[in-house]
């Protein structure tokens, strides 16, 4: 299985951009790249996911190394609601789709 | 609108006993998954069912049991409860064959004394 890399604890001030890595140099042709988060006391939730091309959506972005190697989540104007535990997981279709979690990054953010 | 609902959401017992969480989702997808968060936040999956067929089980002890009585509901049982089961178990749901995006439920923390 694939493993992803990333910091243990992040911190930002609130309505600042904040840059997320994920390193993953074993990756495969077909392993797609998703970002859960994960909120106190709260299931995980979905952010975003991508293949090769960077993405957006109303929640981050996610820019992808050309590589593939490493991605960073982005989160345009950091909020509090925003501090939680942030998992870079990568899934492959051969396998299930099984995604296999580290330990985040848990991030916090000052108002 | 709950999507994924898991029940109970706190279960505190004792040793030995047998006990069920319940899960439903209400997304229409046809995989589900069952994933344990200890006490040092690993989130490790456990089970998996893709419309009602078991199609990941995990190094989990037998005394755990899922359940899949349809694609909306997919049950854990667990008999003879013992101290390492304490956890936050989470129920999640995706759609195959996209690019499967599992929603979780609330989670139910199980604490066995």
Redesign the interface.
């Given at each position: 299985d694939a493993k992803t890399t990333q910091p243990n604890s992040m911190e930002s001030n609130e309505e600042e951009p904040v840059h997320l890595p994920c390193n993953h140099s074993t990756i495969s042709g077909t392993d797609?790249i998703?970002w859960?988060r994960q909120l106190p006391?709260?299931?995980?939730?979905?952010v975003i996911?991508g293949l090769t091309s960077n993405v957006n959506n109303r929640m981050a972005s996610l820019a992808i190394a050309e590589d593939r190697k490493s991605s960073t989540l982005i989160l345009h104007r950091a909020t509090l609601r925003d501090a939680a535990?942030y998992?870079c997981i990568l899934?492959n279709a051969g396998n299930?789709?099984?995604?296999i979690?580290g330990?985040?990054t848990s991030l916090a953010v000052n108002p | 609108d709950t999507a994924v609902s898991q029940t109970p959401k706190y279960l505190v017992t004792q040793m030995g006993n047998d006990k069920s969480i319940k899960c439903e989702q209400n997304l229409g997808h046809d995989t589900m998954y069952w994933y344990k968060q200890d006490s040092k936040k690993f989130l490790k999956i456990m089970f998996s069912y893709n419309n009602k067929e078991l199609i990941i089980n995990e190094t989990v002890p037998n005394r755990f049991s899922p359940k899949s009585p349809d694609k909306a509901h997919l049950n854990l049982h667990i008999n003879s409860l013992e101290l390492g089961d304490s956890a936050v178990y989470f129920c999640a749901s995706s759609q195959s064959g996209s690019t499967d995006t599992q929603y979780f439920g609330p989670g139910t923390r199980l604490t066995v004394l």
């Open positions: 797609y998703h859960y006391s709260q299931g995980p939730e979905y996911h535990v998992y899934s299930n789709r099984k995604l979690w330990l985040g | -």
